[in-house]
């Protein structure tokens, strides 16, 4: 087994993927590899997950009615999985958004003073 | 709606889905890393090791995917589940009067299930109402001529004291007595009074609603305590508490009252007190001769019935060797007390009801998946329609499947209202005596569950064929169609459903015929007396106060000639027993031998019931001495032993003359006793103990003079009028007689009553079966209308073309009623066949009839003709009717 790059502290991953996967999906329907670059593009070096782990938690998704599955086509014209946030997802994305927000402001006062 | 779509539509196997999409993400990653200039070999490597631990991704996705599409599939069933529901609704709207002769059916059909169910519940099913009353057991104490006997007190103590497989053995008189005691207006009452060992409330596990049950102790002082049953407690003490504790004065003395027992402990007999029966510390030996308890036992935990039968018939075998006087050849059965407290009898009524509703319900069935088919046929189109739509035959099926279930439910919850009904009005119908006090027939949620369960059951029985039905036709065929022409594949099922019913129908009115005549046989018997209008009272003066034998006499003899004087009163006479009636002893209670023949063998003796009356019995019953006289002045006590016999016992004795003759009798079961020599002086004609006797029962009669009783029945025959008009003035004359009120009058009836009870079995089963065949007959005969009428509706151009080329209304009408006899014709020679089957199985119920009666037959095969032709009259006048004209221009 090669040596696997340093993760991020686990609690804050976990509850953050779903939420990140959400957002990503708001851009519009992607397979996994596209939510897998575009995470890692957006957050850089801050949210380094292993590709695997995406997808237990994109099924766990689909299968909360979040999001939903559909065979389509790739941009490079392959046969690809295409996930789609579907208006449940939307309304728990809003959700997470705001008790992150209400968590981050919390620990940013704390880390303040 | 997409979600589920998509779980429907697209069934590629979840684990080469996930290969796939790994495939892709694979590829892409690779391709990025080579375009970032990366040796292709070491991108893809590099690729793969960044998805980590996959084959552990693989399976949390794998069984991720298969749970939501397990979720989805549920989702969706119960999607159209709502669906199918809402539509069947909408169909039943559709046609009401589908709609209410089928939920009608089903209702009669499950209502009657439903209260049957709760007597068999009550009967069969339900557990005794005690702590653990598995381990509860009767034990009998048997020999060869009683195997089910009563118990002596003595053999009953040495059975608790030395067996090791019982808690505890506690025993009753299976009989209730009476005692006097002072009613709330201060005259006197007769109660009725059971006797008990001290601890029969311990082995039952029956805790008093007040105060105390008995102790060891109570029983070792032979202290007059008794406890009363709740009924008592609230009819004559409105349940109140202060009454423990307190003496109330019986048969002269005292006893004090130490508790309240609850409802559920009056099954061992209807009572309102228990006392404990005298036990003095030293029984003396010829106690042991005394078979008077029903002995019930707790077994240990644990300890099946069969050891303890083991255990306990090691002890009687050791008891026979103590004491040979008593006990030789005196053994054990052990029997579950819940099977002594139902008894067989009960049992067999309740799995034959159960047999018949059950075949009245699946006649009901029948004719509503009749309903079904002809409704299927005409909406074959509809069906046709909704198929071309893409709709799968598992699917329509299942539609169709819902709408049965549906309506069977409808019907279920009528029939629940119907089971109410009937477990109302059904104490009436039921004999009384029939149901031990510890069945009571209640309407409860057993009874709804059985309900719920035999609709659904009943839905998909009838529901599945019509459905199956409906769906075989293609669907170009039934659009092609203009609806005159489909005649449906349905109409051989429907004809065989109808042979069903009319073959069902059949059986049950031969088995109902059966019990009727069997009623009719037992209600018509030679009793061999005339009188029935007569008055009888049991009358038990106190011991103490009327020694036997003379005060008891004078007593007797008073009150007979108080009662006598009474204006309106023919006759009046002594008797121990009464016919059909329990005799205060039981029953054969003797052998008897000719004196001076060469002795039997114990065995072998035959034996003899025991009745002693006064001379004026035979009068006052009309029952005739045929031969010698009667018992007069001659027989005082202390002169020569005299006895009057049956004709059954006369006839034992021949070719000897009975009169003169002398027989040596001794209680059976008890070789040591003395025996007694008695002269025969008369013979009376014979009289049944039970209606449905199949043997002449022996009985000896014995003179009140000479066989001093003080338990016995007062019988008085009006002039004319009601038999129990008399009773005030005739307890009047016996009050006028014991002034101390010092005697206890109980079971007021009269022997017509007596009669009446005891034919209530056959009575109840004939009229139940009758009931039910009836039901079912009806329900046959609108089966066999309804394929009648819809076979003419279908054939209208058919018969109308036959008439336009020449056919007669004869002709027509012979079709017509020619296919309706065939079908029922069939149904009857079927429903023959499985009565001549199953005949036998009721044979135990019958009496004076075989199984295989043929003016049976021949009834049930003119009722079913008579019933028929009025089922077939209203099609085939229609068919007759059929204008070729009219028929021919109609779409």
Not at chain 2, 473 to 499: H, K, N, P, Q
Not at chain 2, 649 to 660: D, E, H, M
Request: proline share 6%.
């Amino acid at each position: 087994m090669p040596p696997t790059p340093p993760k991020t502290p686990n609690a804050l991953l976990h509850g953050a993927l779903d939420a990140l996967i959400l957002k990503t999906l708001t851009r519009g329907p992607s397979h996994g590899y596209a939510v897998a670059r575009f995470i890692e593009d957006t957050t850089g070096d801050a949210f380094l997950i292993e590709d695997g782990s995406l997808y237990p938690a994109l099924y766990r998704l689909e299968r909360k009615g979040w999001v939903e599955a559909e065979w389509g086509t790739s941009e490079l014209g392959r046969r690809a999985k295409l996930y789609r946030l579907t208006p449940a997802g939307r309304a728990q994305l809003a959700a997470e958004v705001a008790t992150w927000k209400k968590f981050s402001a919390g620990v940013s006062k704390v880390f303040a003073t | 709606m997409k979600r589920s779509l998509r779980s429907w539509l697209w069934r590629v196997p979840l684990d080469q889905e996930f290969d796939e999409e790994i495939e892709l993400h694979l590829e892409m990653r690779t391709r990025e890393l080579i375009d970032r200039g990366i040796d292709p070999a070491e991108a893809r490597a590099m690729a793969i090791r960044k998805m980590g631990d996959l084959a552990h991704v693989k399976a949390t996705c794998v069984d991720e995917g298969r749970k939501r599409d397990r979720e989805m599939r549920v989702a969706l069933f119960l999607e159209e589940l709502r669906d199918d529901i809402t539509f069947a609704f909408r169909q039943l709207r559709a046609a009401p009067a589908f709609t209410i002769v089928a939920t009608l059916t089903l209702a009669l059909g499950i209502g009657a299930n439903s209260a049957i169910f709760a007597l068999v519940d009550a009967t069969l099913l339900r557990p005794l109402p005690y702590a653990n009353p598995d381990r509860l057991v009767t034990i009998w104490e048997t020999s060869a001529a009683t195997p089910r006997g009563f118990a002596s007190p003595p053999d009953m103590l040495d059975w608790k004291s030395r067996s090791r497989t019982f808690e505890n053995l506690a025993a009753f008189t299976p009989g209730v007595g009476s005692m006097v005691v002072a009613a709330r207006d201060g005259t006197a009452e007769t109660v009725s009074r059971q006797w008990v060992t001290a601890g029969i409330f311990d082995v039952l596990g029956v805790k008093p609603i007040a105060g105390r049950t008995f102790l060891p102790e109570d029983e070792q002082q032979m202290a007059k305590r008794v406890v009363i049953s709740e009924g008592y407690w609230t009819s004559r003490f409105d349940r109140d508490r202060a009454i423990v504790g307190s003496d109330i004065k019986m048969d002269g003395q005292l006893f004090t009252i130490i508790g309240v027992a609850p409802k559920e402990f009056e099954i061992l007999g209807r009572t309102s007190m228990w006392a404990m029966q005298p036990f003095p510390k030293t029984l003396p030996p010829r106690a042991r001769g005394a078979y008077q308890l029903q002995v019930v036992g707790r077994m240990k935990p644990g300890v099946a019935i069969q050891a303890a039968q083991s255990d306990l018939a090691a002890v009687a075998d050791g008891l026979a060797r103590e004491f040979p006087a008593y006990n030789q050849g005196r053994t054990v059965t052990l029997e579950p007390m819940h099977d002594t407290m139902i008894g067989s009898d009960l049992k067999t009524t309740s799995m034959l009801f159960l047999g018949v509703v059950g075949f009245v319900l699946l006649i009901c069935c029948a004719n509503v998946a009749n309903l079904l088919l002809a409704r299927a046929t005409a909406r074959a189109r509809e069906l046709a329609v909704r198929s071309a739509l893409g709709a799968g035959r598992r699917r329509i099926i299942r539609q169709l499947l819902t709408e049965s279930v549906v309506l069977s439910i409808i019907g279920g919850a009528l029939g629940i209202g119907v089971g109410a009904a009937i477990l109302r009005v059904a104490p009436v119908l039921i004999p009384a005596g029939l149901l031990p006090a510890t069945v009571t027939l209640t309407f409860d949620l057993r009874i709804v569950a059985f309900c719920a369960i035999t609709a659904l059951i009943v839905g998909v029985v009838f529901g599945i064929a019509p459905a199956f039905q409906a769906t075989k036709v293609s669907a170009s065929e039934a659009m092609g169609a203009d609806g005159r022409t489909t005649v449906g594949g349905g109409g051989r099922i429907r004809g065989l459903l109808v042979i069903g019913e009319v073959a069902t129908a059949v059986l049950l009115l031969f088995g109902a015929g059966l019990l009727l005549r069997t009623l009719m046989a037992v209600q018509s018997y030679d009793r061999g007396y005339r009188a029935d209008n007569v008055l009888t009272m049991l009358v038990d003066p106190l011991g103490s106060a009327y020694p036997p034998p003379v005060k008891q006499q004078q007593f007797y003899d008073q009150v007979e000639a108080e009662v006598r004087a009474l204006p309106g009163v023919a006759d009046a006479g002594w008797s121990s027993g009464l016919p059909l009636g329990e005799s205060v002893f039981g029953e054969y209670l003797f052998n008897y031998e000719v004196a001076g023949d060469a002795p039997l063998d114990p065995a072998h003796q035959p034996a003899t019931g025991y009745q002693i009356v006064s001379p004026t019995y035979f009068s006052t019953l009309e029952l005739p001495i045929v031969a010698g006289r009667n018992f007069d002045a001659r027989d005082i006590n202390g002169g020569p032993r005299v006895l009057i016999v049956n004709e059954a016992f006369a006839r034992s004795l021949a070719p000897r003359n009975p009169i003169g003759l002398r027989v040596t009798v001794r209680p059976v079961d008890s070789p040591n006793d003395q025996p007694i020599t008695l002269e025969i002086v008369g013979v009376a004609r014979q009289v049944k103990l039970h209606p449905d006797d199949r043997t002449d029962y022996v009985q000896m009669y014995t003179p009140l003079l000479q066989d001093p009783i003080g338990d016995i029945n007062l019988l008085i025959k009006p002039v004319t009028g009601r038999a129990d008009a008399l009773a005030p003035a005739v307890r009047a004359a016996i009050a006028r007689v014991d002034r101390q009120q010092l005697v206890s009058v109980s079971n007021i009836t009269t022997l017509e009553d007596i009669e009446w009870a005891a034919t209530g079995r056959h009575r109840f089963r004939a009229v139940m079966v009758a009931a039910f065949a009836v039901l079912s007959l009806v329900l046959a005969m609108v089966g066999v209308f309804g394929i009648l009428a819809y076979s003419v509706q279908q054939r209208v151009r058919d018969f109308g073309l036959r008439r336009a080329l020449g056919a007669t209304t004869g002709d027509v009408l012979r079709l017509v009623i020619g296919s309706a006899i065939r079908v029922i014709a069939i149904g009857a020679a079927i429903g023959l066949v499985l009565s001549v089957a199953t005949g036998r199985l009721i044979t135990s119920m019958l009496f004076g009839v075989q199984p295989l009666d043929v003016p049976t037959f021949v009834l049930v095969v003119i009722v079913l003709a008579a019933t028929a032709a009025l089922s077939i009259a209203g099609p085939a006048w229609r068919a007759a009717k059929i204008d070729p004209a009219v028929a021919l221009r109609a779409k």
